[in-house]
């Protein structure tokens, strides 16, 4: 089955650590997207990648990061200058550059210990 | 600034009835939109979506409309169901946003009462 896969589903983070959300998609789409989503609010934008070996910030993307080496491949660290990283973190990939019909993956739940 | 809002955070229906979800948007260089639904705990789900160009489209019990003079997008839901429970957000791409950097609604949560 074609889709996009968001791991782990469950992630918590201790003071000081960096950690690593996955995201890969077998789509074969070219661009690639990190939100973030708060109780009771909508989608954030933290970074997006249009095409391999390229990504632009999105509108929150301080203590985070992004690599984009492989079409597939879109991980999102969550670095520990992100003073408050707990969120619902959503991976989405798009056919079209133009970042129209978004396909989202089930999401990674990240927590503070 | 931009944004997208919705007039209610939540909206409880009869099973059966038609529920009608609304979103109003302040971009009127805004040439898509888009309607999610987002069950817990799961990412959202495309639903519809609608050019600017166009005032109506319908789905499989779904229809959104666009309302351009006043800026304003609904969703219809047909003989809704529980399994139609969820949050749903509506969503906007200005046409100078490049790279697709589309604006979400807070969200409308739907409980669909048995």
């Known amino acids: 089955d074609g889709g996009i896969t968001q791991s782990p589903k469950y992630l918590f983070r201790k003071e000081g650590q960096n950690v690593t959300l996955s995201c890969e998609q077998n789509?074969?789409?070219?661009?690639m997207y990190w939100y973030r989503q708060d109780p009771g609010q909508g989608l954030r934008l933290i970074y997006y990648?249009?095409?391999?070996?390229?990504?632009q910030k999105g509108d929150i993307a301080e203590g985070y990061s992004v690599s984009r080496e492989k079409k597939e491949s879109f991980p999102l660290t969550v670095t520990s200058a992100q003073k408050n990283p707990t969120a619902f973190y959503l991976c989405a990939s798009s056919i079209s550059r133009a970042g129209e019909k978004l396909f989202f993956g089930s999401g990674t739940q990240l927590s503070v210990l | 600034g931009e944004s997208v809002g919705l007039h209610l955070p939540t909206l409880s229906v009869q099973e059966g009835d038609n529920s009608i979800i609304n979103c109003a948007y302040s971009?009127?260089?805004?040439?898509?939109f888009i309607w999610y639904k987002q069950e817990s705990g799961k990412g959202p789900q495309f639903i519809i979506d609608i050019r600017s160009n166009m005032d109506k489209r319908q789905g499989q019990r779904v229809t959104v409309l666009l309302n351009k003079t006043v800026k304003h997008l609904s969703l219809q839901i047909a003989a809704t169901q529980p399994g139609d429970s969820a949050v749903y957000f509506c969503?906007?791409?200005?046409?100078?946003?490049?790279?697709?950097?589309?604006?979400f609604g807070q969200g409308t949560e739907l409980s669909v009462k048995p």
């Open positions: 990648s249009q095409i391999v070996n390229d990504f």
């Open positions: 969503a906007e791409k200005p046409r100078y946003n490049q790279g697709g950097k589309l604006i």
């Open positions: 789509l074969n789409h070219d661009a």
């Open positions: 971009n009127s260089a805004s040439d898509y």
